[in-house]
């Protein structure tokens, strides 16, 4: 993304010589060319009246977008975070915060299944390093720890939740 005089554009090819820049509002046609941090022509004209206020919602959605790649935060957290450095002018250009949400959720990397098609390894251990599945098969996983368990043996009660056919 490049800022040059209240517009913004986002970049559309790469070559090795030069970066071709593309308006964001692509219905008015406008691009510029860009040698490393240098403009080779001005941009040519717009169509449109450029908008400064819609900048720093950019830059927050673009911070968003770093955080959830790099952070185990909830969505929630990584929003309010980057939220709380936005001027009040610029709210108005923000999408809602249930597609700020969304946004956190695409970035995330996906945990993919091992190839006998059990949980990955990063899901089978606690923070602490605790194994965490006491068992799984095809049709049912049970998650614990040896230390849960031995609590639970204790308990004279147990309550449990799930999807169950009793029968």
């Known amino acids: 993304m490049v800022v040059h005089r209240g517009f913004i554009y986002t970049l559309e090819r790469r070559t090795a010589v030069k970066c071709i820049f593309r308006c964001q509002n692509r219905d008015s046609r406008c691009h510029t060319n860009l040698l490393i941090n240098k403009f080779m022509s ?16 950019v830059e927050i959605k673009n911070d968003i977008k770093i955080k959830a790649t790099t952070s185990n935060e909830a969505a929630s957290s990584i929003i309010q975070s980057s939220l709380r450095s936005l001027p009040l002018t610029a709210v108005s250009s923000l999408p809602s915060s249930d597609s700020l949400a969304r946004t956190v959720r ?37 998650f614990t720890t040896k230390k849960n368990l031995s609590l639970l043996k ?13 029968g």
Request: aromatic share 8%.
């Open 154 to 166: 204790e308990c004279k009660h147990w309550f449990v939740d799930g999807t169950f056919k009793v």
């Open 42 to 57: 001005d941009p040519t004209p717009h169509s449109h009246a450029s908008n400064p206020e819609r900048i720093p919602a």
């Open 106 to 142: 695409r970035q995330r990397p996906t945990l993919s299944l091992t190839s006998s098609s059990q949980l990955p390894i990063e899901l089978r251990k606690t923070d602490r390093g605790d194994d965490f599945i006491l068992y799984e098969d095809d049709e049912m996983i049970i």
